[in-house]
């Protein structure tokens, strides 16, 4: 009876200083710079991709990226919000994901979200070669960031289609 005890006593002492030794996160640390914890947000901004990497290009399949920081996205507006890119292609946005195909060609364009960043990816093939990373460089995207509040708004707001988008969050033309 004795050693029962003492073992109580001895897990009651370790759980006690165990739950004891943790504290909360301060989480304003892992906030970025800027008003992004507003309920009412609406992000929007301009990204020239002047730095691709290669993944993939064996002479017909390529792969390129370009990653974008960018602290608007954050954890609440990856879990309940909503984030669109746009790719400037002469003078119109196109929704990404977009694809494109002809004779000998074919090239995807996408993006991946992640916390305080947005990776733009370029795939494709070409029967004549395609052409290297360097000719994307200055290509232009629009990153929309929207708090779930904004979205839910706005529920009949078509978000692949930009000017919609524009109009709709009165997003400047810059």
């Keep these: 009876m004795k050693k029962r005890i003492t073992l109580l006593t001895a897990l009651l002492l370790t759980t006690t200083i165990f739950l004891n030794s943790c504290k ?3 989480d304003t640390a892992y906030q970025p710079a800027g008003n992004y914890g507003n309920a009412n947000l609406i992000s929007s901004q301009n990204f020239v991709l002047n730095d691709w990497t290669v993944v993939w290009n064996d002479g017909s399949n390529y792969i390129y990226t370009s990653t974008i920081a960018w602290p608007a996205i954050t954890q609440d507006i990856l879990d309940h919000g909503i984030i669109m890119a746009y790719w400037k292609s002469s003078d119109q946005w196109i929704a990404l994901p977009y694809s494109y ?9 996408s993006f991946v979200v992640g916390l305080g960043n947005v990776k733009i990816e370029l795939m494709g093939f070409s029967s004549t070669g395609p052409n290297p990373a360097s000719y994307y ?3 232009i995207v629009r990153i929309v960031a929207v708090s779930a509040t904004v979205a839910a708004a706005h529920p009949n707001t078509n978000w692949s289609n930009y000017n919609e988008v524009q109009q709709v969050l009165q997003l400047s033309n810059q």
Excluded: I, L, M, Y
């Design 101 to 109: 195909s002809a004779n000998g060609f074919s090239d995807s364009r």
């Design 24 to 26: 909360k996160d301060d």
């Design 137 to 139: 460089v200055g290509e």
